[in-house]
């Protein structure tokens, strides 16, 4: 995103409420829309947010597009990187709504496989051990599981 804002910076003036702000809204929205799906509970909120950040995605690849053909500069780099993007996005995506997919909840190294949970661990749970699919954990999930809190109740769950 930041070089998004790099290569905007060079848009003409007259861009500025324009193109320029079309650009950078859509980038912010593609890391906002995940985070906040992150966030959510549920699969089928966790892919809404999925599929808005994927929209945004597409959004800024037209306007990437758009800022090529006006010959606002090269934007071979920004594409590939949001190709990327793309990829990871859409397999975040499939990976959420899998039957077996791991669906990761907040507070207190709490996290859930096939809808059990797990309590707080001073390690990694042995079934992620074992080679189960790790695919919805991000490092802050496998931090919480490492590092749980001292008044962990299980009242969060």
Request: proline share 7%; hydrophobic share 40%; glycine share 6%.
């Amino acid at each position: 995103m930041l070089a998004l804002y790099a290569f905007t910076a060079a848009f003409p003036k007259q861009e500025t409420y324009g193109l320029t702000s079309q650009m950078r809204r859509a980038a912010v929205s593609i890391p906002a829309n995940i985070a906040e799906g992150f966030a959510k509970r549920s699969k089928p909120d966790k892919a809404r947010y999925m599929n808005v950040a994927e929209g945004s995605v597409e959004e800024s690849r037209y306007y990437l597009i758009l800022a090529h053909d006006l010959g606002y500069g090269q934007t071979d780099e920004l594409l590939a990187a949001l190709e990327e993007v793309s990829r990871l996005l859409n397999s975040y995506a499939r990976s959420i709504l899998a039957p077996d997919s791991l669906l990761p909840t907040f507070g207190c190294g709490y996290a859930a496989l096939r809808g059990r949970p797990i309590a707080c661990q001073p390690s990694l749970p042995a079934y992620l051990r074992q080679g189960e699919p790790m695919a919805l954990f991000s490092p802050l999930d496998l931090r919480a599981l490492r590092r749980p809190r001292q008044n962990c109740t299980g009242s969060e769950w």
